[in-house]
Every structure is written in C-alpha cells, then in structure tokens.
C-alpha cells in the first residue's frame, strides 16, 4: 500500500464551511492527503458575516494536539485563526515538542465581512512565537501591513514587505496580491531570503471569495505532506485556488465560499 500523506490543520471552525477547518479539510481531501484538526474556536459564521466568536481554552487546543502528534504524526502541519496570544503560545509549544518542522502559518486576522478574528495584542505573540518556527508565512497585504507596520501601496512596498517578514523567522514568504486594486491580474511573490519569484493570475471579479486564505494555505501545506519542494507546492495551491474562485458555486446572499471541486474537476476535464 502506497503511503498515506497527513496534514494537519490547527483552525476554527467556520460554520458556513467556506474558511477555516472545514474548508482546509476539502483542500486536503481533494489534493489527495488525509487531513486532521484541532479546533481552537467556534465561530457562528455564513456568506454575511461573522456571528459570534467562541474560543477554545488552551487546555483542549493543547489535549487536541497531543492526541494528534503522539499518534498521527502529521506530515505537514498549518496554522489559520489562533484567536489570542495565549493559543498561539501553546500551539507554539507544540510544535516544537513535536519537531513539526513543515509548518505554514496563515496569519488570519480578519474575517472577509470585516470582523476581527485575532485579538490586537495576539499579533506580538504570532511575531516572535509562531514565525521563527514557520517554514512559510502566507499573507495578505492588510495583514503584511499589520504584521511589518508598513503601507503597501505597491509592487515595491509588498517586495519590502516581504523582506522585512522574513527577518521575523520563516524561511518562505509569499505574500499575496488578492488585494491590491486597480490590476488585470493577481501577483502572489514568493520570497526566499535571496530572490522573488512572482506567480500571476488573471483577476476575478467576483464577491464569493470567502476562505480563498485559508484554501491556499491548505493547499501549500498539502503539497509539502506530500514531499512537494516550496515551488511545487505554492504553484499547485495558485492553480487550486485561481479554478476554486473562477468556478463559483455562488451560494449565500453575501461573500460566498470558493469551489473546492473545481480543480480535481478541471484534471478530469469537467467544468460548469
């Protein structure tokens, strides 16, 4: 029997299903590795907004993550909301107790409707807690902002960005460019430490992009359980999120959920 490849997802829940653990599931499943999870709150949640907000104590963020790494043993592991500086120490705990040295951290900060999904003094945690021990950061530009200080404005402000997110500890940026308005296409730049390298792809305009971070961080970490180099793994994740926002499946009357169908769909020659 061929080896089952294991991730890992340490998330809240989104009831809706279009972000968080569930949709960092879908990703898993779909890209061909076994996903588990360790929930760190429950959020009330739909295409309009967020409801309500309920975390996890650190205790049972902590007893979920022993009872994965001393029997699961996850292959890649990543990081979406952590809510406060508290959970992040302890999932940073944990990965250190564990040696899970393929970590992507989706520093998730803001829920697409607008509501808060980390805590304001949770960002000094997240800074010199969880980075040092990532092997790629995935952001946004507001949350590079938020993260360097700095205002992007331009392809030159997030190549700085990027830099200045590297000296805090991951060895891989990518910063993404879903945000930056005014352009035919979408420029998501990966950093090294020494060079970029830019992946491009046509610009959607579409409201239903509800979790396309957390799908495309999914995808990453799915691509590095499977021994995927970062190049592979942040190329497929572009080409699984571009087919998931390009193939809506618009449901609900607001910022609705990506298809996570759609690029297994694509391989096998179907499309809406």
């Given amino acids: 029997m061929s080896k089952v490849f294991k991730a890992l997802t340490v998330a809240g829940s989104d009831s809706g299903g279009g972000a968080g653990i569930q949709a960092d599931l879908k990703t898993f499943q779909e890209l061909g590795v076994y ?24 205790v049972a963020v902590a007893a979920q993550l022993d009872s994965v790494g001393t029997d699961l043993a996850p292959d890649a592991v990543k ?21 899970w040295t393929k970590l992507v951290v989706d520093p998730v900060m803001i829920a697409k409707g607008g509501s808060p999904l980390l805590q304001q003094e949770a960002v000094h945690a997240l800074i010199t807690s969880l980075l040092p021990l990532a092997l790629v950061i995935t952001p946004n530009i507001p949350e590079a902002e938020v993260l360097t200080g700095m205002t992007i404005t331009s392809l030159a402000g997030r190549e700085a960005a990027a830099k200045l997110i590297h000296t805090m500890g991951p060895q891989y940026v990518v910063l993404k460019g879903g945000h930056e308005e005014g352009t035919a296409h979408v420029t998501d730049l990966l950093y090294d430490g020494q060079a970029f390298a830019y992946l491009e792809s046509p610009r959607i305009h579409t409201r239903h992009t509800h979790g396309t971070g957390c799908t495309y961080s999914a995808a990453v970490a799915a691509g590095f359980a499977k021994g995927q180099g970062i190049m592979e793994a942040v190329h497929t994740a572009k080409a699984f999120i571009q087919a998931a926002i390009e193939d809506s499946l618009n449901l609900g009357a607001g910022h609705g959920p ?5 690029y297994q769909n694509r391989l096998r020659g179907v499309r809406p």
Avoid: C, W
């Fill in 35 to 58: 996903g588990m999870s360790a929930l760190t709150a429950v959020t009330a949640q739909n295409t309009l907004g967020v409801q309500g907000v309920y975390p996890l104590e650190a």
């Fill in 79 to 99: 990081t979406g909301m952590l809510f406060s500086s508290g959970l992040i120490r302890v999932v940073a705990d944990k990965v250190r107790q564990y040696g």
């Fill in 258 to 262: 990506t298809n996570h169908f759609a």
